[in-house]
């Protein structure tokens, strides 16, 4: 038979703001454990939760960016369970009246097209503690630092088709967050994690199969084998006459495979309420108008503008729109140099493999866009090819200062004199006669060994097009 997988996302993004959703506590990640957790936090009697009011604006700004609406009034409810790290006994989230719903992205698929994925809904909660297992012997520390931290949790219809779609949506969602600024995007560090819902059903039937939810993934790669292999499961198990239950699994990545965690809960065991702590937020047409005054140009409409401004193929504009970090050294350096398609090249071939090697993000790179562009000048006005661009860079790289202080210093100026090209091409001849018989006697292919002796004595620094159109002159003379 033959069987289609359905896939749901819950996409956790944790917003980045100081202070925490509900308290004044700090967020920033990797201090001494239970030293930023307030009584807020803990969850003694008596405290009031306040909520930040910079959550909502981002909550607002990613509503607009994937064209949802904004709900004028929604409700923070308490989800009621108990665990170690959720020392109140519930979490504050929100259920009926969530503050973003019906929205969508777009997804690029692996044949060029493109799909629609729905977004059911994005709500705000807060994070919970965490239990740590390591050092501890036989017990378990907690460590309530991230209860409170103030997280959007996207969800998606089941409208994605393959693990390769699901990764794409994630993907497009992380590139999108971090370019709105409203979450670090930090996956080592769980600031964007993913629960992933998959079900399979024989193909051409319309009702969904039972799902299994694979509870925080934290990597794109996780998530694709992830849900390869509960497909595999599924299908298997249905295929043998079993039936898929309705559960929550845990991925463990060392054995690639999924495990049964506990049943599913149903949302009537969390006995949702309206938390009575907290009001309904309020969101008026105005603030909405607001925060959409402070939005940056979205990933799709800069990879549009860098096609029609840049002429640019859709593979390059993608890829240097990928984060606004790379698009902005990308247009700092066109700024400076106008040559965007050299640049295009330049930014996706040596600067990236540099980054690389160096480990080392866009922003922190030790050459600036604007002494990127004076390289790229030179290529264009002929003073250094191509090839020797390479050595500039890499001295640059390192510290040597600017371009055009490493031509020098380096002697590395393009030699476009003709009479000087000249004489190094009658040396080369000279020196080599029996190479010249065999030229003249038909023998095409050692022109390439000419060019190869004039450049290798001008270090590479004769100018290649004019060293083929004398020697062709000259071997073709006399
Ligand atoms: P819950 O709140 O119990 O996690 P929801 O109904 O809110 O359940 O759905 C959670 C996610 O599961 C959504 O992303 C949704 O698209 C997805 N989903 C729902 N039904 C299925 C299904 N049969 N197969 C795959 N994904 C599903
Ligand atoms: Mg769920």
Known sequence: ??????????????????????????TAYGAEPNRQACAVDLGL??????????????????GLAIDAEIAPRSVFARKNYFYPDLPKGYQISQYELPIVARGHLEID????GRKRIGITRAHLEEDAGKSVHEGFGAMTGIDLNR?????VEI???????????????????????RYLGICDGNMQEGSFRCDA??????????????????????????????????????????????????????????????RSMRSKEEANDYRYFPDPDLLPVTIHAQDIESVRGEMPELPDAKRERFIRD????????????????????????????????????????????ALNRSELEVGQSPVAPQALAQLLTRIQDETISGKIAKEVFDAMWAGEGDADRIIAARGLKQITDTGAIDRIIDEVIAANPSQLE?????????????????????????????????????????
């Open 1 to 26: 038979m033959e069987w289609e997988t359905v896939i749901g996302l819950e996409i956790h993004a944790q917003l980045n703001t100081a202070s925490k959703i509900f308290s004044g506590a700090a």
């Open 109 to 112: 698929l692996e044949d060029g």
């Open 155 to 177: 969800v998606s219809e089941p409208d994605l088709r393959s693990a390769k779609e699901a990764v794409a949506y994630m993907k497009k969602l992380h590139a999108l967050v």
């Open 147 to 151: 209860a409170g931290t103030p997280l």
């Open 197 to 258: 819902n998959v079900s399979v059903r024989p193909k051409g039937q319309q009702a969904f199969g039972t799902r299994a939810e694979i509870k925080n993934l934290n990597s794109f790669r996780f998530v694709e084998r992830a849900i390869n292999f509960e497909v595999e499961r599924q299908i298997d198990l249905l295929e043998s006459g079993g039936t898929v239950v309705q559960e929550t699994r845990l991925y463990d990545p060392d054995r690639d495979e999924t």
């Open 438 to 478: 065999q030229y003249r006697s038909g023998k095409d292919k050692l022109f390439g060994f000419f060019v190869g002796q004039v450049m290798k004595k001008t270090q590479g620094k004769a100018n290649p097009a004019q060293v083929n159109e004398r020697l062709r002159a000259r071997l073709q003379g006399d």
């Open 45 to 62: 009697p008596g405290v009031l939760p306040v909520l930040n009011a910079a959550v909502v604006r981002k909550a607002v700004m990613l």
């Open 310 to 353: 840049y002429a640019l193929s859709v593979y390059d504009a993608g890829t240097l729109t990928a984060t606004r970090e790379l698009a902005d050294y990308y247009e700092a350096v066109v700024a400076g140099c106008d040559a965007p398609k050299l640049a295009a090249n330049w930014l996706m071939g040596d600067f990236t493999a």
